[in-house]
């Protein structure tokens, strides 16, 4: 018996994180609603850690449509920059005073990297499904996705900094990568695929 949500709303006003996310819970028949849709704002993000903003996130969408909702926080650590932008990924640029766009915050990490030869990075996500705002138990899942940063962007397909977060197995950035190239091996597609594992067992082990 399916037992899974079968709607959620997605925490997020990225509209590359829904399009990517509808594509990876389809197998799963669980359908996405954005939080824009639903006229839900965008919840404030003060923590240090992604959990703890995963969870805010999620606890502030449930609690104003009154659907379970699945949050993702997610970004981009560098280690020759000390695991910069990492939280602050989404605003990277914007908090050193320059523009809130993706351009401007690839341009913030390669330009300090230009004095470095220690290109390591990775990607996280970290997901975090509530059933409701005040779920005791919310489920968390998190990966990641190992690479290196290029020398310069390359790459028109993703979004954020994917045109600079290069992997070396294939010899592309994940800009070159196609939609279903990225979704079989990207940090959101494993944690999804742990959410997922983690819900069917839960619900599982409350059927028994």
Same mark, same amino acid.
């Given at each position: 018996?399916?037992?899974? +949500?079968?709607?959620?709303?997605?925490?997020?006003?990225?509209?590359?994180?829904?399009?990517?996310?509808?594509? #990876?819970?389809? +197998?799963?028949?669980?359908?996405?609603?954005?939080?824009?849709?639903?006229?839900? /704002?965008?919840?404030?993000? /003060?923590?240090?850690?992604?959990?703890?903003?995963?969870?805010?996130?999620?606890?502030?969408?449930?609690?104003?449509?009154? #659907?379970?909702?699945?949050?993702?926080?997610?970004?981009?650590?560098?280690?020759?920059?000390?695991?910069? /932008?990492?939280?602050?990924s989404a605003r990277f640029a914007q908090r050193a005073g320059g523009a809130?766009?993706?351009?401007a915050n690839r341009a913030a990490v390669l330009n300090p990297l230009a004095?470095?030869?220690?290109? =390591?990075?990775?990607?996280?996500?970290?997901?975090? $499904?509530?059933?409701? +705002?005040?779920?005791?138990?919310?489920?968390?899942?998190?990966?990641?996705?190992?690479?290196?940063?290029?020398?310069?962007?390359?790459?028109?397909?993703?979004?954020?900094?994917?045109?600079?977060? $290069? #992997?070396?197995?294939?010899?592309?950035?994940?800009?070159?990568?196609? /939609?279903?190239?990225?979704?079989?091996?990207?940090?959101?597609?494993?944690?999804?695929? =742990?959410?997922?594992?983690?819900?069917?067992?839960?619900?599982?082990?409350? #059927?028994?």
């Open positions: 018996m399916d037992v899974l +949500p079968q709607t959620l709303v997605l925490a997020s006003n990225n509209a590359g994180k829904l399009r990517e996310f509808a594509d #990876l819970l389809a +197998p799963a028949r669980i359908t996405l609603i954005s939080q824009p849709a639903l006229g839900i /704002p965008e919840a404030e993000e /003060p923590h240090p850690t992604f959990i703890e903003n995963a969870l805010a996130k999620a606890r502030h969408a449930a609690a104003a449509c009154g #659907l379970p909702a699945l949050a993702d926080d997610s970004g981009l650590c560098v280690h020759a920059l000390n695991g910069a /932008p990492g939280v602050h809130r766009d993706e351009s004095a470095h030869t220690d290109r =390591r990075a990775y990607y996280i996500c970290v997901l975090a $499904y509530v059933a409701h +705002p005040g779920d005791p138990a919310p489920i968390l899942a998190e990966a990641r996705w190992f690479g290196e940063i290029a020398a310069a962007p390359r790459g028109a397909q993703g979004f954020g900094y994917d045109p600079i977060f $290069y #992997l070396p197995e294939l010899g592309k950035t994940v800009a070159e990568l196609t /939609p279903a190239e990225k979704n079989a091996c990207s940090h959101r597609a494993r944690a999804i695929q =742990r959410l997922i594992a983690q819900m069917k067992e839960n619900t599982a082990c409350a #059927l028994t």
